[in-house]
């Protein structure tokens, strides 16, 4: 099959930002990632800001205290637990960009949980950037931008919100490796031998 577009989603600290660049960088591809919010808004007519908070887990007290503020309490103050649903217009203006992004060809689509909404398109290779929690953190670590217990801290909460995504827009309640083409360990490999993968799986005759 000739891959027209890459989707690439990649777990906090597993060097998927750098593998898509480079991959882009390799097959004169085009890097688009805020390219699929900022479309999104302009469809709805609203912000980008507004389309990123769609995509983004409220915290359960950010819920609550929003949702109290349209619930009316119940006598003993028992407020019935908030709705978590995500706009199904917004939602929806997503998953539209992301399939018209794919479909104009020679583009890698990075995060937004595109591979997805993509895996009856055509032309389409989806990957997953991941590695083990302890390595990830480490290469967070190993780029100064966090202590050793912050880069923990950092991944399980990513880890989290990555799984709340993708139960919230998709219905996902496990993610497995079927949901995508190629998974790529990055343990054991490193960004440039990842990017090479991706790259072979595209061109192979």
Known sequence: MDFSAISISRALGAGGDEIAR???????????????IV???????VSPETIAKVERTPSLIDRIMNYMGTTQVEPGGYVPPPPDKVSPAYESLIEQVVRETAAQGSVVILAHGASIPLAEQK????????????????RLTKSGAMSD?????????????RREYLRRFYGIGTE???HYDIVLNTDVLEPSAA???????????
């Open 123 to 138: 032309g389409v290779l989806r990957v997953l950037i991941t590695g083990s929690p302890d390595a990830r953190a480490a």
């Open 149 to 161: 217990r912050q880069a923990k801290k950092a991944i399980q909460g990513s880890d989290r919100e």
């Open 39 to 45: 479309g999104a808004a302009d469809k709805a007519g």
């Open 176 to 178: 497995a490796p079927t």
């Open 22 to 36: 480079e991959i882009a960088s390799r097959l004169g591809f085009r890097l688009v990632d805020e390219e699929i």
């Open 195 to 205: 990017a090479g993968v991706i790259a072979y799986a595209v061109t192979r005759p």
